[in-house]
């Protein structure tokens, strides 16, 4: 909805609340009136009900206020007597219009100095779990949110199996835009597996269409750093087209929310204004070759031609016992009409050098794709023969320059003006046509980023969809809290890597586990406030 659907969907909320409350408000010693004025009757409501005044500001915030909303009408008519669990229940199933027949037919009043606490340990059990969730939901939303790697693009950097805290502060909190949906699930309800939000299968062929789906306007709250080159970044793919991220098969005309897109993690390797190149697989900024930092290392596949075939599986051990088979990935395998060369699929420079001087290696080659062949890269336009390890140059749109604009390059920023920026554009000819007017060029809202995996041979990243708005980006990962190898295997299958447990993200030299000193830290806390609680309970005795 637009900012003036979202006014009146307001203003009718709070008719519906003062219509409802306002005889309540007035045996509380209220006046009339304070039931109708948006914000201000919630402040008053907290007093009636004998809750905090940052109750208000809960109940205002997307997802934590369906929790809010609803313990809110229970604690109303808990105020006017109404406290049995059928009352709760029927203020939950009603939706909050049990609080009319209170209003109107029935004969409370109003209890002051009320007992907060829950009658019941049942009660008391309740209230604790529903506010448990309601914090965890805040500190995922606004704060810190754990995320697992997925995939093997960011080889050997990041592995599959790590279980990452990703900071939402460093870039800004984003606020939720999808106000109906679970708490602290992303996107499919596990078991149930249904979508997690409220959502229509009448969907349309086009982002916009989720304006219309009780979404609010985009906003996120100011952020300590900004986004630099080379960092990594937990972002909603772009062109994310999953129906449910756990069955992984794409469907060409499904759309998500922004705030319910697939969660992926790459290398920011471009910011705003940069010119990106690709030149035989390395990145290129501005002229100049990237430089991974710290404990970050490339990948690429290989072709390694033997002296003599491999006969066995015990052969293929002998041939990688030489190296560290964390520095390769996703397999080694001959290669199709041949007898004598296999492909390493992923290996870092480390492995590499270890191959090409094992006795039974002849070569070791780096599969490249020629320049000029065109690779079904973005913008997928045959125009632009460019593939995984020749691309561009590409300019990186910033917020506030200015491109010119023709049929030649539209193709590389038609998608960014229609889908993110929600204008209508297209060739006409030989010319180009925005919002029915022909233009020669266009000045960009939004600042975007190239992402890509390390893994430069197996990593679907920018190279397939192109620019990422920054309304896509979610947080900085920087901590890794566990690390399990094998964790799409099977859980028998599971070895846990304790060198990267409770280890940060970023970093140089070796990894440095902080799990021993947590766990100290944790022991010692624990046994203070125990101490603590013995010395209170002594001169309390005294």
Known sequence: MDSTQWLIFIIIIQIIHGLGTWKLYIKAGRQAWEAFIP???AVILMKIITRPWWWVILIFLPIVNLIMIPAVWVETARAFGKD???????CILTLGFYLYYLNYLADVEFIEN???KPKTSTGE?????L?????ATIVHTYFFQPFVIPSSSLEKSLLVGDFLIVSKLHYGARAPMTTVGTPMVHDTIPVLKSKSYLYSDNYEKRETAWQNKLQLPYFRFPSFEKIKNNDYVVFGQPADTLRNMDIFTPDR????PIDKKTNLVKRCVAIPGDTLEIREGYVYINGKKNVIPGRGELQFSYDVKLKNPLRSQADVDRILKVIDRADIDDGFGRVPNTEDTYRVFAASDKAIAALKNHPEVLSVKRNITEKGQYGATFPRDPNYSWNVD???PLYIPKAGTTTELNVQNLPLFDRLIQEYEGHNVYARGNEVVLDGEVVDSYTFEKDYYWMMGDNRHNSVDSRAWGFVPFDHVIGKPVFIWMSIDGINDGIKNWSFRWDRVFTTVNGK???VSYLLPFLAVIIGITFFNRWRKKKKLKSETK
């Open 39 to 41: 914000i201000y009757n």
């Open 84 to 90: 049995t669990k059928f009352d709760a229940l029927i």
């Open 114 to 116: 009320r007992e907060l």
């Open 125 to 129: 059990w309740i209230t604790s779990i």
């Open 131 to 135: 506010f448990a969730i309601v914090a």
């Open 253 to 256: 005309n499904y759309y998500k």
């Open 390 to 392: 020749f691309f561009g």
């Open 509 to 511: 030299g070796e990894r």
